[in-house]
Nanobody, 122 residues
Framework: QMQLVESGGGLVQAGGSLRLSCAASASGLTFSSYNMGWFRQAPGKEREFVAAISPTGVRTYNAESVKGRFTISRDNAKKTVYLQMNSLTSEDTAVYYC?????????????WGQGTQVTVSS
């Protein structure tokens, strides 16, 4: 089993920055073997993909809406994945979730955190 705990959310003014963290505890699993992702869900909207990173951190993927503003990274020694968010707007207000999956493309994310709230005031 893998447990994921997000932190770093909060209230920030538009144009500001936040860094989210997601710490993993993986009993019997190897964190460095997992693809990690960040998703978000705004009130009244469906959950959407934000960013993902490969197990070694070499490859990253970002949603068009956050390209150039958000950066995903990971520290496998610390079993932690990060989401640096810059130039925040009110459109970024949402609950942010991290998730983990193993395997190749098409494998769904099987582990999810409880989420952390990000609120951007305009």
């Amino acid at each position: 089993q893998m447990q994921l705990v997000e932190s770093g959310g909060g209230l920030v003014q538009a144009g500001g920055s936040l860094r989210l963290s997601c710490a993993a505890s993986a009993s019997g699993l190897t964190f460095s073997s997992y693809n990690m992702g960040w998703f978000r869900q705004a009130p009244g909207k469906e959950r959407e993909f934000v960013a993902a990173i490969s197990p070694t951190g070499v490859r990253t993927y970002n949603a068009e809406s956050v390209k150039g503003r958000f950066t995903i990274s990971r520290d496998n020694a610390k079993k932690t994945v990060y989401l640096q968010m810059n130039s925040l707007t009110s459109e970024d207000t949402a609950v942010y979730y991290c998730a983990a999956r193993s395997g190749g493309p098409g494998v769904e994310y099987g582990y999810w955190g409880q989420g952390t709230q990000v609120t951007v005031s305009s």
